[in-house]
């Protein structure tokens, strides 16, 4: 994304809260200067995660593989411990 106003920023803060409230993670990657300074002033990152804002393709890529990994290990963890 190229801009975005403060509108546009809340729309994004709740789609990842309500990901975050079922279980799934937003990813953010590649955003732009004016983007990237008005999600800075809105603290932002409480509602994404530090973790989940990359600054590339690459790293968003590898991030996903990291958050499918722990997803699945938790719910092969949960199925197991169920199953006693």
Do not use: W
Request: proline share 1%; with cysteine.
């Amino acid at each position: 994304m190229t801009a975005i106003d403060a509108t546009g920023l809340g729309a994004i803060r709740d789609l990842a809260d309500t990901l975050q409230a079922s279980g799934r993670s937003l990813l953010l990657c590649g955003a732009r200067e004016q983007p990237s300074q008005l999600m800075k002033q809105a603290d932002f990152e409480r509602h994404v995660g530090s973790e989940n804002i990359c600054g590339s393709i690459t790293e968003a890529l590898q991030r996903a593989a990291e958050v499918y990994r722990l997803h699945h290990a938790d719910k092969a963890t949960s199925e197991l411990t169920a199953g006693r």
